[in-house]
């Protein structure tokens, strides 16, 4: 691993239906950070995590839930999707909540 | 008033081309400034930071004025290549909050 990954790359999903979406770092960082990117409304931040075992809601965090056991994963939950989380989800992390954010590819989940 | 207010655009400028854009933001406490340049469909990747004395990379200059509350980029002899999204980043860590611009659309055409 080089940096930041995400899986899946894309993803299908029904409403009702359970839904973890994987981030891993291979970079050390002490933060990391969960966006939806929509049209139109940008980044926003779900929830993040300034180091491991601790966790902070974002802007937009309902509907969702992470966890951080370790350094290097920040698994995302959609405990029940619905349609309104369609979206482009971008992970992200920083050595410090000072610094610059390095980025995933992203993962594009649909929610019929 | 958002916390963070980009002009989405979009610019459409020629090739050669100087072109510069703003970022306001509203919380006088914020403490760290980004650009970022965001291609379609691809992840923001990090174009520079923002110093109190301004920085310069290549052809990109980047400011911060305080007293005004707002950044800016500047892009001289623009290239096709440049052709993206630029996002704005204001990051206030006391607060725990990291707000994104919607971002500004850039176009170079040849």
């Known amino acids: 691993i080089a940096g930041i990954t995400q899986a899946p790359t894309s993803q299908i999903l029904a409403a009702g239906r359970r839904m973890t979406l994987r981030c891993t770092q291979d970079?050390?960082?002490?933060?990391m950070y969960w966006y939806r990117q929509d049209l139109g409304l940008g980044l926003r931040l779900i929830h993040y995590?300034?180091?491991?075992?601790?966790?902070g809601k974002g802007e937009v965090p309902d509907g969702y839930s992470v966890s951080r056991a370790n350094t290097d994963d920040f698994p995302l939950t959609l405990a029940s999707a619905v349609p309104s989380q369609t979206s482009v989800y971008f992970c992200?992390?920083?050595?410090?909540?000072?610094?610059?954010?390095?980025f995933g590819p992203g993962t594009r989940l649909t929610v019929l | 008033r958002k916390e963070v207010e980009q002009d989405p655009g979009p610019f459409n400028v020629p090739e050669g081309a100087t072109v510069a854009f703003n970022c306001t933001y509203s919380?006088?406490?914020?403490?760290?400034f980004f650009w970022y340049r965001q291609d379609c469909r691809k992840e923001p990747k990090l174009l520079m930071s923002?110093?109190?004395s301004g920085n310069e990379d290549g052809r990109f200059t980047a400011q911060l004025n305080r007293a005004s509350q707002y950044i800016s980029l500047l892009i001289r002899d623009s290239k096709l290549s440049d052709s993206a999204t630029y996002l704005c980043v204001v990051n206030d860590s006391s607060a725990s909050k990291i707000i994104f611009g919607s971002g500004t659309r850039l176009s170079i055409r040849p």
């Open positions: 923002v110093y109190s």
């Open positions: 970079m050390r960082h002490n933060a």
């Open positions: 992200a992390s920083s050595d410090s909540s000072y610094n610059e954010q390095f």
């Open positions: 995590s300034n180091t491991a075992g601790t966790t």
């Open positions: 919380n006088s406490a914020s403490q760290s």
